[in-house]
């Protein structure tokens, strides 16, 4: 489906994007991840044929990004996405089917994007969320095989955001294959099949989410105990600790050690052990050093 090799982009002396290496095949659901000014959407515009590669080569379906031939079978949602403002939103719809040989029909394109009541409404008149909204209707309009959503859901509520989620969950069921970023990692968490974290113009991870928590073992671990708290704080790897009556809340560098050592205290000493591993954001934070 893609196919990068030594991939770099450079504006002027700036390095974004240095020597990287991506293969996606068909179905999987990327999450891009990175902080601002990362090159993510630097990354997206270069598959989409919209930048030029300083060095290195972009494959999409088999060929160069702007190849029209493959266009009907590729989608964008991107941050720049600026619909025609004087039109009306049903004709702003069949201006962009019209670009395709088989485009979804009007009604469904209305129904994904939760605008049928706005569809006489001029795109001018829509607010920002119902705009974002518009745009994924548009990237949609051809039916696409490959789809890109960069930071989709800006500007909806948390309703739309959502629908938005279950809309994107659905099209996974289908075999859709989807490149996308948010800043809501929590979303790109669930929905995922494959993370790429983007930090100094390379990935710093590559892989499922799983796995990615298998590798960072910080978690909070907490249980019930008659023992004081002095007798965890000083275990190596714990971190931090609170106390809230019979309950112990220990947070901790490696969740695999404290459970070790909590093992032959169980049913004696300690209780109702509960452990909940890091999320995406809190293993972002730790990858970007903040």
């Not at 770099?8 to 290496?21: I, R």
């Not at 991870?205 to 000083?234: C, H, I, M, N, W």
């Given at each position: 489906m893609i196919d990068i090799q030594q991939?770099?982009?450079?504006?002027?002396?700036?390095?974004?994007?240095?020597?990287?290496?991506l293969t996606v095949q068909p179905g999987e659901i990327i999450g891009l991840v990175g902080a601002n000014g990362a090159g993510k959407s630097t990354l997206i515009n270069l598959m989409l044929g919209r930048l030029t590669p300083t060095q290195g080569q972009i494959r999409i379906l088999g060929e160069q990004p702007n190849e029209k031939r493959h266009l009907n079978q590729v989608g964008a949602m991107t941050q720049g996405d600026v619909p025609l403002a004087r039109l009306k939103v049903i004709e702003e719809l069949a201006l962009v089917r019209s670009y395709y040989q088989t485009p979804l029909a009007t009604e469904m394109l209305l129904t994904l994007a939760n605008l049928m009541e706005h569809a006489q409404k001029l795109v001018s008149q829509l607010s920002g969320g119902q705009l974002r909204r518009l745009s994924f209707a548009l990237a949609m309009a051809g039916n696409p095989q490959l789809l890109?959503?960069?930071?989709?859901?800006?500007?909806?509520?948390?309703?739309?955001?959502?629908?938005?989620?279950?809309?994107?969950?659905?099209?996974?069921?289908?075999?859709?294959?989807?490149?996308?970023?948010?800043?809501?990692?929590?979303?790109?968490?669930?929905?995922?099949?494959?993370?790429?974290?983007?930090?100094?113009?390379?990935?710093?991870?590559?892989?499922?989410?799983?796995?990615?928590?298998?590798?960072?073992?910080?978690?909070?671990?907490?249980?019930?105990?008659?023992?004081?708290?002095?007798?965890?704080?000083?275990?190596?790897?714990?971190?931090?600790a609170s106390q809230d009556g019979a309950k112990v809340i220990l947070q901790v560098s490696d969740s695999d050690q404290v459970l070790a050592q909590l093992v032959p205290l169980l049913l004696t000493k300690v209780h109702d052990i509960r452990i909940q591993a890091s999320s995406l954001a809190d293993i972002y934070r730790d990858i970007m050093g903040e």
């Open positions: 991939l770099k982009m450079q504006f002027d002396s700036q390095v974004v994007l240095a020597g990287l290496d890109f959503l960069d930071e989709p859901t800006v500007g909806m509520d948390v309703g739309s955001r959502q629908q938005f989620w279950q809309q994107i969950d659905d099209l996974k069921q289908q075999g859709k294959t989807i490149i996308l970023t948010s800043h809501y990692l929590e979303e790109i968490e669930q929905i995922a099949t494959r993370i790429l974290i983007l930090k100094a113009g390379q990935f710093q991870y590559d892989g499922d989410f799983a796995t990615l928590q298998r590798q960072f073992k910080d978690a909070q671990v907490s249980f019930t105990t008659t023992e004081p708290l002095d007798s965890f704080t000083q275990w190596s790897a714990v971190t931090s």
